[in-house]
T-cell receptor, first 112, second 114 residues
Framework: DSGVTQTPKHLITATGQRVTLRCSPR?????VYWYQQSLDQGLQFLIQ???????AKGNILERFSAQQFPDLHSELNLSSLELGDSALYFC???????????FGSGTRLTVV | GENVEQHPSTLSVQEGDSAVIKCTYS??????FPWYKQELGKRPQLIIDIRSNVGEKKDQRIAVTLNKTAKHFSLHITETQPEDSAVYFC?????????????FGQGTTLQVKP
């Protein structure tokens, strides 16, 4: 157990739908990072939150949004889902600016 | 923009041989370079990292080297074992500001044949 908790582990939904992925960071970590990993693809950075504030944005689609709550857990919202959004979504947390990044086990999203 | 190129995309070696994976980064301000191992269906796990004030770091059979001038860094695995088979990712980040996001290479699938 890495200490970073992601729920749900698996999600199957239809095109056009909206889903919410949840991440609880490791105790004490202030930063949460979201990544998308498509089949045979690398880890694409989506967005980072630090202590409740957005700090960095990657190639995140406008249909996707995220937030970090006062208890530091984070949610990634994916809307108007398309087949191409099927992927593994990882969140990672760290205490200090990317060092000691620890990944959660991921949420596998399948859009049918 | 920020980019990390990783080569090769696949690597097959015999058990006991060495494996080398190379990465190049574009942002000269990058100062932290971790390597992650990802087994099939599992989360990436940190195996070794190096900071820009160090040229080489070793941990048992794994070593990482960094050439800041050329913006290259490499992972070396010696005496490979079948359990080393996995996808390996290099990454780079810079600690300026309040980000520190990791930019990952595309990954190398390492197969160690018994």
């Amino acid at each position: 157990d890495s200490g970073v908790t992601q729920t749900p582990k698996h999600l199957i939904t239809a095109t056009g739908q909206r889903v919410t992925l949840r991440c609880s960071p490791r105790s004490g970590d202030l930063s949460v990072y979201w990544y998308q990993q498509s089949l045979d693809q690398g880890l694409q950075f989506l967005i980072q939150y630090y202590n409740g504030e957005e700090r960095a944005k990657g190639n995140i689609l406008e249909r996707f949004s995220a937030q970090q709550f006062p208890d530091l857990h984070s949610e990634l919202n994916l809307s108007s889902l398309e087949l191409g959004d099927s992927a593994l979504y990882f969140c990672a947390s760290s205490l200090d600016r990317g060092r000691g990044y620890t990944f959660g086990s991921g949420t596998r999203l399948t859009v049918v | 923009g920020e980019n990390v190129e990783q080569h090769p995309s696949t690597l097959s070696v015999q058990e006991g041989d060495s494996a080398v994976i190379k990465c190049t980064y574009s942002d000269s301000a990058s100062n932290y370079f971790p390597w992650y191992k990802q087994e099939l269906g599992k989360r990436p796990q940190l195996i070794i990292d190096i900071r820009s004030n160090v040229g080489e770091k070793k941990d048992q059979r794994i070593a990482v080297t960094l050439n800041k001038t050329a913006k290259h860094f490499s992972l070396h695995i010696t005496e490979t074992q079948p359990e080393d088979s996995a996808v390996y990712f290099c990454a780079a980040s810079k600690s300026s500001g309040n980000t520190g996001k990791l930019i990952f290479g595309q990954g190398t699938t390492l197969q160690v044949k018994p």
